[in-house]
């Protein structure tokens, strides 16, 4: 079975990877990198402020605590456990595919780019949605994130959804953690008045 799933998987790969434009090759390349989202995430940052004011760090570190649990999970755990080997570095299909810029690393199951984007957008949208309904639109973002992944040929569709599974979970986390420690220092909060008072 598990046979079966690994050549559906390669079959959908090969199909989606067949789209691709010399043109679009480095910008798929580009947005496939961390630093061209960084004023996505200062704006985040900065609804995070909007919504919760100086208590926001809880929710930064509650985001943060996600993306370091999806990161692990996928990165320190799965690949080496797995050791399914990234398209880009599979001989037997190395020359099937469109691969540009680096491959990364030999094993891609699952995918960090995935589990990552997930995270942030599970965790952003369980602590912000109540104030900006608009941070649903995070998870199309993770979308196109990971599927450049596959338009640059180092994962498969399995290892993309099974990264996302991971970034969800992971994010869920988070944001349980942050209400959580959110809640416990209001409650604190409240007390230390109530003993001033």
Known sequence: MLEKISEWDQALFLWLNQYHLDFMDPIMYFFTQTLPWVPLYIFLIFLVWKAYGK??????????????????????????????LRP?????????IHNYGKCGGM?????????????IATAMYLGLSFKFPAVRWLFLWAVFFS???????????????VGAIVG???????????????????????????KTD
């Open 55 to 84: 208590q926001g760090w809880w929710v930064i570190l509650g985001v943060l605590f996600a993306i370091l649990l999806a990161d692990q999970i996928t990165s320190a755990l799965m690949k080496p456990f797995f050791e399914r």
């Open 88 to 96: 880009c570095h599979d001989v037997l299909i190395n020359g099937m």
């Open 107 to 119: 094993y891609g199951f699952a995918s960090s780019h995935a589990a990552n984007s997930f995270a």
């Open 147 to 161: 599927y450049t992944r596959i338009y640059l040929g180092v994962h498969y569709p399995g290892d993309i959804l």
């Open 168 to 194: 969800i979970l992971s994010g869920m986390a988070g944001y349980r953690l942050f209400s959580y420690t959110y809640t416990l220092f209001k409650m604190k909060g409240r007390f230390d008045k109530i």
